[in-house]
């Protein structure tokens, strides 16, 4: 027997439904929840110690640490051997304006 009576189909087709919103969409992006907590969780680049205009950034001088609102680590490399057009503080968040 190749076909289903009008019931079994209509269970086929609520089946079919539900692995649909099981699966999901398939654009990933970041919850409510991810988008309310992106500031917090993200990392920035800052003055490790004081930072006086001119000196050099280095692993010395500068660190990653929370909350976002500097740059960002994925330009650690571009900011490294770069001089300081201005002094900064601890925990500063690193610019290069």
């Known amino acids: 027997k190749a076909s ?3 019931k079994k189909f209509q269970e086929l087709i609520t089946k079919i439904r539900n692995v649909e919103i099981l699966l999901g969409n398939y654009l ?3 919850s409510k929840s ?3 907590n992106k500031k917090i969780v993200r990392k920035s680049i800052v003055a490790k110690n004081n ?3 001119g000196e050099i950034f280095s692993d010395v ?3 990653c640490k929370r909350p976002e609102g ?3 680590p ?3 490399n571009n900011i490294i051997g770069k001089k300081s057009k201005q ?3 601890v925990d500063d968040f690193i610019s290069l304006k």
Do not use: A, Q, T, V
Request: net charge positive.
């Open 87 to 89: 002094n900064f503080k």
């Open 51 to 53: 930072i006086m205009k």
């Open 74 to 76: 994925i330009y650690w």
């Open 28 to 30: 990933k992006k970041p």
């Open 61 to 63: 001088n500068i660190i």
């Open 70 to 72: 500097g740059i960002s």
């Open 4 to 6: 289903l009576n009008p």
């Open 34 to 36: 991810e988008l309310k």
